[in-house]
């Protein structure tokens, strides 16, 4: 069996069950208990300001 054989048998049976359980446990991540308010924040980033602009120096990096 060449090599390229064997690395395509790999990927179509082992590969695919490893790349599909990523997915799951991507999946589950996501809908953890306790990541609403991780999620929420984020969400928000863009209307944070939305009242009155940030200060100028908000995010200016100081200088030493």
Same mark, same amino acid.
């Given at each position: 069996?060449?090599?390229?054989?064997?690395?395509?048998?790999?990927?179509?049976?082992?590969?695919?069950?490893?790349?599909?359980?990523?997915?799951?446990?991507?999946?589950?991540?996501? $809908? !953890?208990?306790?990541?609403?308010?991780?999620? @929420? *924040?984020?969400?928000?980033?863009? $209307? !944070?300001?939305?009242?009155?602009?940030?200060? @100028? *120096?908000?995010?200016?990096?100081?200088?030493?």
């Amino acid at each position: 069996m060449d090599f390229y054989s064997l690395l395509r048998e790999f990927a179509d049976s082992w590969m695919l069950l490893v790349l599909f359980g990523f997915f799951v446990g991507v999946i589950f991540w996501v $809908f !953890r208990p306790g990541s609403r308010k991780t999620y @929420a *924040d984020t969400a928000m980033i863009p $209307f !944070r300001n939305e009242q009155a602009p940030a200060p @100028a *120096d908000a995010n200016a990096t100081k200088e030493a």
